[in-house]
C-alpha cells in the first residue's frame, strides 16, 4: 500500500511541474506578444499617409465617430472631399475580437502585430476599416505630393536618380523598366476607391535623368507641362525634354492596355 502511494505522489508531483511549466510558458507566450503589439513609431519609413493622433474616424463627413486612431498610424487616403479625406486600414485582429464581418466595440484595432486604435462602435469589414477624417488629421509632412514639391523647391534644377535617392526609400517606391529604356519609381493609388489601383505617383528617369512625372492628383512642379492622359492619371513632362511628346505617347498608351 505504502508502495502504490509513494508512485501516487511522484506522479502527482510530476503533473503539477508539469502544469506549472505550461503556466511559465503561456505568461511567457502572453508577455512576448505584449512586448510585439507596440503602437507606431515616428522613425519608420513614411510611406503614406500618417495620422496626427489620436483621430477620430467617422462614418461620413463630421458624423459618428467609429473608431480613433493613434498618432502616426498609417493609412491609405483618398483625395480630399470638403476637407474631408475617406481614410482605411487592414486590421489584423484575432479572429474572437469579430462578429458579423464587424470588428466589435471597444476593442483595440491591431495591424500587423502594433496597436493602432479602438474601436468606438462595432464597426463594418468593408475590404478593411473604412471612415471619414479631417485633413488636419493627417500629417501634412505625410502627403507625397507635398514633400515632392517641397523637393523641388528645396533642390532647384537637380533631376539626376542620385537627387531623389532618400525620397524613394522613404515612400518605398517600387521599380518598373518596361517602358523604353525608361525607369519609373512608383507608388500605387488608394485601394479604397479601386481595389486594382493604377499609380499615384511615377518618377520617370531616362539615362538617370528624371524626365517626366505621373500623377493621379493635383502636383506643381516649376518647368513643367501637365498632359493630360485618357485615364487614371497625368503626364507632366519637362520643358527641356526633347521627346516629351513621345514619353505622353507612351504612357496614354500604358494606361489603355492596362484598363
Not at 186 to 214: Q, T
Not at 248 to 256: A, Y
Request: proline share 3%; charged share 30%.
Amino acid at each position: 500500500m505504502k508502495k502504490y502511494s509513494l508512485i501516487l505522489m511522484v506522479f502527482c508531483f510530476i503533473s503539477c511541474l508539469s502544469e506549472k511549466k505550461q503556466e511559465e510558458e503561456q505568461e511567457k507566450e502572453n508577455t512576448n506578444l505584449k512586448e510585439e503589439i507596440t503602437t507606431p513609431k515616428e522613425t519608420e519609413p513614411i510611406i503614406g499617409e500618417r495620422i496626427d493622433g489620436p483621430a477620430n474616424v467617422r462614418d461620413t463627413i463630421d458624423g459618428e465617430v467609429l473608431f480613433t486612431l493613434y498618432d502616426n498610424t498609417f493609412v491609405e487616403s483618398t483625395p480630399k472631399e470638403n476637407d474631408w479625406n475617406k481614410i482605411g486600414i487592414l486590421p489584423t485582429n484575432p479572429k474572437s475580437d469579430f462578429e458579423n464581418d464587424h470588428l466589435k466595440k471597444g476593442v483595440k484595432i491591431i495591424v500587423d502585430g502594433q496597436i493602432v486604435g479602438e474601436t468606438k462602435k462595432d464597426v463594418e469589414l468593408s475590404m478593411g476599416l473604412i471612415g471619414y477624417t479631417h485633413k488636419e488629421n493627417i500629417k501634412a509632412h505625410s502627403i507625397i505630393e507635398n514633400i515632392l514639391m517641397d523637393l523641388f523647391k528645396k533642390q532647384k534644377n537637380k533631376r539626376n536618380l542620385e537627387d531623389f535617392k532618400s525620397f524613394i526609400t522613404n515612400f518605398k517606391l517600387e521599380k518598373e523598366t518596361q517602358f523604353e529604356g525608361m525607369t519609373v519609381y512608383y507608388n500605387y493609388e488608394n485601394w479604397i476607391d479601386d481595389p486594382s489601383p493604377m499609380m499615384r505617383i511615377g518618377l520617370v528617369f531616362k539615362n538617370k535623368n528624371l524626365v517626366a512625372i505621373l500623377h493621379s492628383r493635383p502636383l506643381t512642379i516649376e518647368g513643367t507641362k501637365d498632359n493630360k492622359l485618357d485615364y487614371a492619371f497625368d503626364c507632366l513632362t519637362f520643358t527641356d525634354v526633347k521627346d516629351a511628346d513621345e514619353i505622353v505617347k507612351i504612357f496614354n498608351h500604358f494606361v489603355h492596355s492596362v484598363d
